[in-house]
């Protein structure tokens, strides 16, 4: 859960790749370092904290040079401390090296790397990369030969750059697991975890493949297979929703895409319908459909069972992709995986999806980001189209996947068109849940910022709404908060109802409506403090998040949007930044 990026060119590198850091910088905010290459000197900058600051205590932005690797560090093996920090280097300090993912057998590897002599500056596992590659130097092979030969050596996942004193003038890569995309703007070229740290300069991208490598230089790329035969790859056009990473005058990410939620609706109902039929046919025939995900994308996906049942008469299941392998016993090639994910990264979906792949089955992916490893490894794509999510907390991502799960829902029942009438008509009752409840909301987050526990309940189709508004609450603002389904309450959390304990009620007009509030008012009776999300009123309601009305399978959308800015408002009137908050990082890559 780390961003690298490296550029060759003719420009000073370090701006270059300090601008991408801070694009990477969802991936991962606690410690930065860059590796300049300049005179034939290696200079090596790092330190823990957010890139702002590291930048200005070491002056990393006027360091010499056109070539340049960095990297952005969410800490998984070692603490926070400059040591830990990329890139690490071999004993000699001649290699630089910056790695995303975890080298799992890095004891092992360090232990003999020990034993032969080589001394260790952090408790990285990463750092086992140059001290590998600065014993296959020795033999005098190049710096890309020497990649290829201790690829083979490292097990986990993986994505590094390399940079060397001794064979300078090119920056080498490679990847197994983790994602690595090359841009090239015909000065430069650019190499990264994600392309929207290079999306200024250039929208044509190649994606490299696991255990492929690429050799940069100021004036051409090369790729080699695992086996070091030259490869062509072909470079793909970037989706221009993908460049651009602005705040817009927001004060924070998350607040903006909040707010992006009503357009972006329109662009993740822009899908090819004969895909749509057609997977919502395979998922009708399937002996059994199991979605996997994590997270936000979980809670989409549990809204999407309802609508498969409601609407296609197919019931599946959810398996948390955490726990996916544990069923994996019952996965066959009649089964249907359909596997939900914004960044496309989550290392226990892709863990899920290769072993579901292997028993046979056939993978459907829901995901946002392009070129992503999940999206290579499914037999059919729905992208959600939303363009980048930068703060940490995904918000308009799950709208749009509400909406992909309506329209294959309704795609079983040969109804594309219908759905894609209604969800354009949701765009104005997404902006009218958000406009009319903002000033209200700040208000109450005043008002309930010193709370410490909340607890969000609902029935049905709503009942993921109370999950996904706890976890929006929790991740943000800290504050302990659990969803469950109205009628659980009573089975054992209801001993925690004190006088003005905050429970939120996702409660619209539709079927579940007199049993959801009965819940309430049992818990109102205990002393809770009610919150309700609905389009009725009822005088038991202590707050009233007034949502307008929609069809029933609807409410989930309009319900979501203010539980959102409920979460977000928290954030900020506790005074935390809820585009990065603690311990989190937006794209999860190690399980
Ligand atoms: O990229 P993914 O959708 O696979 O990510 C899954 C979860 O890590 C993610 O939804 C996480 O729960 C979010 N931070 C929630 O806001």
Redesign the pocket.
């Known amino acids: 859960m780390c961003g690298i990026i490296g550029y060759c060119g003719n420009k000073p590198a370090a701006p270059v790749v300090l601008e991408g850091l801070k694009c990477l910088e969802y991936r991962g905010y606690d410690s930065v370092g860059v590796a300049i290459l300049c005179d034939a000197q290696l200079l090596i900058r790092k330190d823990a904290g957010k890139i702002e600051e590291v930048s200005e205590k070491h002056g990393l932005d006027s360091l010499p040079g056109n070539i340049a690797i960095g990297h952005t560090r969410w800490a998984t093996h070692g603490s926070v401390t400059q040591a830990n920090a990329h890139p690490h280097s071999d004993c000699s300090g001649r290699i630089a090296v910056v790695h995303n993912g975890i080298i799992e057998n890095y004891q092992e590897l360090r232990q003999e790397l020990i034993s032969q002599g080589h001394r260790f500056s952090s408790e990285t596992d990463s750092e086992v990369i140059p001290h590998l590659l600065e014993d296959e130097l020795k033999s005098g092979c190049s710096l890309e030969e020497a990649v290829l030969a201790i690829a083979p050596k490292l097990e986990g996942s993986y994505a590094f750059l390399v940079l060397s004193r001794d064979d300078s003038g090119k920056i080498v890569g490679t990847r197994k697991n983790n994602p690595l995309v090359i841009g090239a703007d015909g000065h430069a070229y650019y190499v990264s975890s994600d392309a929207l740290a290079f999306s200024q300069y250039t929208n044509q991208v190649i994606t490299l493949r696991d255990t492929e490598v690429v050799i940069l230089t100021s004036d051409k790329i090369e790729f080699l297979d695992a086996a070091g035969n030259r490869l062509t790859k072909q470079s793909e056009e970037l989706d221009s929703s993908w460049a651009g990473n602005h705040k817009d005058g927001y004060p924070f990410f998350m607040l903006k895409e909040i707010m992006e939620q009503p357009q972006v609706l329109s662009k993740t109902a822009y899908q090819d319908e004969r895909k749509f039929t057609d997977i919502a046919l395979d998922i009708l025939r399937a002996r059994q459909v199991i979605i996997t ?5 979980r809670y989409a996906s549990l809204v999407g069972r309802y609508l498969f049942s409601k609407v296609g008469k197919k019931f599946c299941d959810v398996v948390m992709a955490s726990e996916f392998g544990y069923f994996a016993d019952s996965v066959d090639k009649n089964t249907l995986v359909i596997a939900v ?3 496309g ?2 290392a226990d ?1 892709i863990e899920g999806v290769k072993a579901a792949r292997d028993a046979g089955a056939e993978i459907v992916s829901i995901v946002n980001r392009p070129n992503s490893i999940l999206a290579d490894l499914s037999h059919q794509v729905i992208p959600l189209n939303c363009g980048p999510e930068i703060g ?3 918000t308009k991502t799950f709208l749009s996947q509400l909406a992909v799960f309506y329209l294959l829902s309704f795609s079983m029942v040969n109804s594309f068109d219908k759905a894609c009438i209604q969800l354009s008509d949701m765009s104005s009752k997404i902006t009218e849940a958000l406009n009319c409840n903002n000033d209200g909301l700040i208000k109450l987050s005043q008002e309930l910022k010193d709370k410490n526990n909340f607890y969000y309940i609902a029935r049905g189709i709503n009942f993921a709404i109370a999950s996904e508004g706890a ?2 609450l929790k ?1 943000i603002s800290y504050i302990h908060a659990e969803g469950m389904p109205a009628g659980e309450l009573k089975h054992g959390t209801l001993a925690l109802i004190e006088q003005d304990t905050p429970v939120v009620v996702i409660c619209p007009a539709d079927y579940a409506y007199s049993e959801t509030l009965s819940n309430a008012i049992e818990a109102k009776s205990r002393g809770a403090y009610i919150i309700a999300v609905s389009d009725k009123e009822s005088d038991i309601y202590d707050f009233w998040i007034k949502i307008p009305e929609v069809d029933e399978l609807l409410y989930p959308m309009v319900a979501v949007v203010p539980l959102q800015l409920l979460a977000y408002y928290m954030a900020v009137s506790r005074g935390y930044d809820p585009d990065k908050p603690r311990n ?1 990082a ?3 890559t190690v399980k």
């Open positions: 995900a994590c997270g936000t994308s994910s914004q960044s990264e989550t979906v940490v907390a995904a976890l929006k991740e989190l937006k794209s999860v």
